[in-house]
């Protein structure tokens, strides 16, 4: 879909992972002339949350990029003359009453050689080392987010920016059974609002039929702009919050 305020698609893995779904929701944010950031969001149900699974978020980097962890669920690639800041969110509460339900970031250094995999056989990336053959990328930094729960639902805010420009606030947004984060820079606040499954977004200020809705308002709170996956109008509580454009 395209939106004034962003392109959104959907990429289905569902049959390469042999899992009941596999989604990863891409958001491209616009904030005005060449800049912007992007949201991604990743569902995964492998048996309905029958069963805890570990699921690997990654970002393989550039060889002359730095990562650095900045917090539990916060990290950035920094680059020559610019940055990436990364922010993980999920929902806060477990599934079922205790659970596990964590989430980790941390970075590493990679060797990855053919065949491709997350797991590779030491010997044989040592072989590769030795002879240099078959090597497709040489000690890649990675950034990694795991996510320890049943069913995988995992929300990213990639931020890039030149060195000296201001960062963009992030701060998580309480959904019904679901997660909202609100980005706050440019001159604005967008507040990106998810509930996967059940195509119904209720927060304590609106209601809305979809899966998905961005919302945008001014240093004011004046709505400036609003985009839902569905179609479907976002119904304000109050009706001085905003209505739909």
């Not at 060449?34 to 949350?49: A, Q, S, W």
């Not at 056989?121 to 987010?145: H, K, Q």
């Not at 995992?154 to 060195?163: H, M, N, Q, T, Y």
Request: contains cysteine.
């Amino acid at each position: 879909q395209r939106h004034p305020l962003l392109d959104y698609c959907v990429a289905d893995a569902t049959s390469m992972k042999a899992v009941r779904w596999a989604l990863r929701h891409f958001f491209f944010i616009r904030t005005g002339g060449e800049t912007g950031y992007v949201v991604l969001l990743d569902n995964i149900n492998v048996d309905n949350g029958g069963a805890t699974h570990t699921y690997w978020w990654q970002l393989q980097c550039a060889t002359t990029a730095r990562i650095a962890v900045t917090g539990p669920a916060t990290a950035t690639v920094h680059g020559s003359a610019a940055r990436i800041e990364c922010a993980f969110f999920q929902k806060p509460e477990p599934p079922l009453p205790g659970a596990p339900h964590a989430l980790t970031v941390r970075q590493d250094v990679q060797e990855w050689v053919w065949p491709y995999g997350r797991e590779q056989d030491p010997g044989v990336v040592a072989v590769f080392e030795r002879t240099g053959e078959s090597i497709t990328s040489v000690r890649r930094p990675r950034l990694l987010a795991l996510q320890e729960t049943g069913s995988c639902m995992l929300l990213a805010v990639l931020s890039p920016g030149r060195a000296g420009e201001a960062s963009r606030s992030l701060r998580q947004v309480p959904v019904r059974n679901g997660i909202g984060v609100a980005v706050a820079g440019d001159g604005f606040t967008d507040t990106i609002l998810a509930a996967p499954d059940h195509r119904l977004i209720v927060t304590d200020g609106l209601t809305c039929f979809s899966e998905f809705a961005v919302i945008r308002r001014d240093a004011a709170g004046r709505v400036l702009g609003i985009w839902t996956e569905s179609g479907e109008p976002v119904r304000f509580h109050t009706p001085a919050q905003g209505v739909h454009p």
